[in-house]
């Protein structure tokens, strides 16, 4: 995968997400999309990096308070816990470029990849889509990859919930603008679109959705077996 597009992303994860980033306060499935972006682009980099530096002042300046003699062994434990921790999270954007895999995905996405996949093969969804599914840890969003075929569409839908997405090889458009690798996509309900994969290779995306999305064909309630999703 190019390294060339990450100064090139055009759609990126608003400033509210990047703070609560940065302050490690973001849920975990949107966490793992936010750092697949942060892989790509230089932009957000250093955004993130000037909040964590106000973040680190603010704490310099925060005064001291007492603590009773548990709280350290407590901590301690919560870090040892944490980095038991299978799900990649607020720290997956601080590993080198060597740290990825080679297929050139993201960290945080090769770690899932290596370690949470729930299935090592592609299962079909349609005609011209086909989806991999983690485990994350979280039961509020599904996290999958999904592959577009080259000049593939998916079927038009709305969305239920929230649905972050990420390209990570390839591109795709829909009505309203083309995407390609690095690019971080919010779709809300009401949000109807076609996506259709470039002519010249397949696309694949990384995406957390918290609803399924919703068929606006009239015929769409005969695919609903392949459209519930598995939050785990």
Known sequence: MSNNFKSQTNFHPDETMLVDFSAGTLATAPSICVSAHLHFCSQ???????????GSQLMCEANPIDLDDGAFDAMMEKIDS???DSSPGRSACAKTES??????????????????LVSKTWKRLSGSVDIARFKTGQEEFEVALHKICAGG??????HKGLEYTVVLKGSFSDESAVYRE???LVRKPG????????????????????APIKLTNPLGFLMKP???INPM
């Open 226 to 228: 392949w459209l519930r």
């Open 153 to 158: 569409k998916t079927p038009k839908h709305d």
């Open 182 to 184: 690095g690019d971080f």
């Open 99 to 116: 740290s990825e895999n080679l297929l050139g995905f993201p960290y945080a996405v090769s770690k899932l990849v290596k370690n949470n």
């Open 44 to 54: 957000c980099k250093a955004k993130l990096m000037r909040l964590d530096q106000v």
């Open 191 to 210: 949000d109807v679109h076609q996506p259709m994969g470039a002519q010249n290779g397949e696309c694949i995306c990384l995406s957390a959705l918290s």
């Open 82 to 84: 944490d980095s038991l």
